[in-house]
DNA sequence: GTGAAAGCGCTAACAC
DNA sequence: GTGTTAGCGCTTTCAC
């Protein structure tokens, strides 16, 4: 079943089929018909790889997907579905790279041809993959902020105004003395750029709102210390900002058995809103937003249109019954 | 850059550095090196489309990733990384299928001769996918166990074994009186071949055995009340299993509420072993192995070896301090 | 052990 | 608005 016997079905000639298919040039409204009649009759699917031969476009993107033991795994999955979806609506397929294949599959796919242009997530502030994607040509969105994003066309959240709308929250409220309980410590070391910037944004806002502010790394088996250890040595901490999605519930059971519960203590995550009841204050990660916009600025970049750029997603934050004035 | 330049650079046909590439036919040691050093020097990589249309083999195996909400996401993940790693050891790379296409999605990649051949996770009893399978001529691979395995190649644990496993486990302790924590209700309702067996398994050995054994579907936001109704209604309970990995954390803080901690109340789960310390009495569920082996089992029908059949990997229950003798 | 050349199925000039 | 045809870059017969 090749495109041929489509255009012998429909009395027309292989091109007519061709641009039938790719709207490429216009064609009379009966021929249109006549040749979809066919494709339908016959259930004809072009071969991809001769198609891509032809075209120079495969239709498929190459998606680098996280695989850090630190790395939330559903919001990672939300990110991915995402761009598939998204791809599928541009007419393209996904292509799963793993991070374990680092830069040497970024020069595969993109030196045999099988992809379009590559969405890379999970992008740290200092990333190997940074200046080998520089080199490549191969059109290409990153789902996180490096240091230096000369040249590089990048989205996400912008985690800055999400750390600091959570403390503005809490200094709107009264409180003065908050602490934000972070990512595992090796996200930081390993500099990842929503990580940092998260802190920093809160930073700022604590400084300009003259609130003691403090930051404590923390993983869901170190929950139960780190709010032991903040019992302790803050009796005047009536602000907490989480942003550490898997570790919420442990922490907030811990400080319930310290005899310190919401909203009380002032809760604000960053985060999907957990299924918690009642429900917590928080940030939203809109994974489906961020990884829609890198699909259509990586189709932009393919077509030629566009140029890099920074796109930074606001961040919009929900009150919910886990933070109050402070009494 | 092409294979043409190749063979200039090396003194040689273009078919023969085809070969040299391939292997399929045998060239002499010298010509052989000096291919390959052209092949160094040039940096060239073959064209994935001209290959598969001249091949007729794109070297690329397509993945249906499971989306709904009751799929545990971080499992879902260990089976695709597992597969996309083991396919890269077959030279193959993976175009990820959301579930969302369905059926449609398959016929895409197959009539497109996009992929050599499809991996399905998630399969249910009776799995709208499997129709479309068998009319496909795809060579494909379930994870999972349908109903009617006729003609399909399936790959799983050996589920029905694992809940056998822990029942035996707790009956050998001395444990009478079991309850059985599950998967969410809407898992049973649309008969995932998974939890369906494992009840199976379980419900069997408890016959076997005279241990009185009841099922408990459950969600991590059921979980309180699962434990609060079984420690209301069923005074000599000392065996738990629970085959519901989020839940797992939940279930047990809120048994320590009132008053049942392991191994006092002795716990075994089904699924990877939790992070908690001291750890559990588990079953591990294998995702690398199976990944690793439905690819195994796929390259083997796209090269035309191997017939159909059902593999089920053998669980295996690692005792720890959650599980001990009735007192 | 190696080379020549005929496709694989499609797209996009070019021609009308 | 439509048809003809020359490639796209590779694999694989067939021939030696």
Redesign the pocket.
């Known amino acids: 079943m090749?495109?041929?016997d489509v255009a012998k079905h429909a009395?027309?000639?292989?091109?007519?089929v061709?641009?039938v298919?790719?709207g490429?040039?216009?064609?009379?409204e009966?021929?249109r018909r006549r040749v979809r009649e066919s494709i339908d009759a016959l259930g004809?699917q072009?071969?991809a790889g001769?198609?891509s031969?032809?075209?120079r476009r495969s239709n498929v993107i190459a998606l680098v997907i996280p695989l850090r033991e630190d790395v939330h795994v559903p919001v990672a999955m939300r990110f991915a579905v995402s761009v598939t979806t998204s791809a599928r609506t541009h007419d393209h397929d996904v292509l799963l790279l793993t991070q374990g294949e680092g830069p040497d599959g970024l020069r595969r796919v993109a030196g045999s041809a099988m992809c379009d242009g590559v969405i890379v997530m999970d992008v740290e502030a200092d990333d190997a993959r940074v200046p080998v994607l520089r080199s490549l040509d191969l059109p290409s969105v990153l789902i996180g902020v490096p240091e230096d994003v000369e040249g590089l066309t990048c989205v996400d959240l912008d985690f800055a105004a999400a750390g600091a709308a959570c403390l503005h929250h809490l200094a709107d409220l009264g409180h003065t003395d908050v602490a934000f309980v972070g990512q595992p410590p090796s996200v930081y070391e390993r500099r990842t750029g929503f990580a940092e910037r998260t802190v920093a944004g809160y930073e700022a806002a604590a400084r300009e709102r003259g609130v003691r502010a403090t930051l404590h790394p923390c993983s869901p088996d170190t929950a139960r210390d780190v709010a032991a250890g903040l019992v302790r040595d803050r009796p005047d901490l009536t602000g907490l900002i989480v942003h550490n999605e898997p570790s919420v519930a442990p922490l907030l059971d811990a400080f319930q058995e310290l005899g310190r519960t919401p909203p009380e203590l002032s809760v604000a995550v960053i985060g999907p809103p957990a299924p918690v009841v009642p429900p917590l204050t928080s940030v939203d990660l809109p994974a489906e937003a961020v990884g829609a916009r890198a699909v259509q600025l990586l189709m932009d970049k393919i077509d030629g249109l566009g140029g890099p750029g920074v796109t930074l997603l606001e961040p919009r934050l929900t009150p919910a019954g886990s933070t109050a004035p402070r009494t």
């Open positions: 090749r495109i041929s009395g027309v000639s292989p091109s007519t061709s641009y298919l790719s490429k040039r216009s064609i009379s009966t021929t004809y072009p071969h001769a198609r031969l032809a075209s």
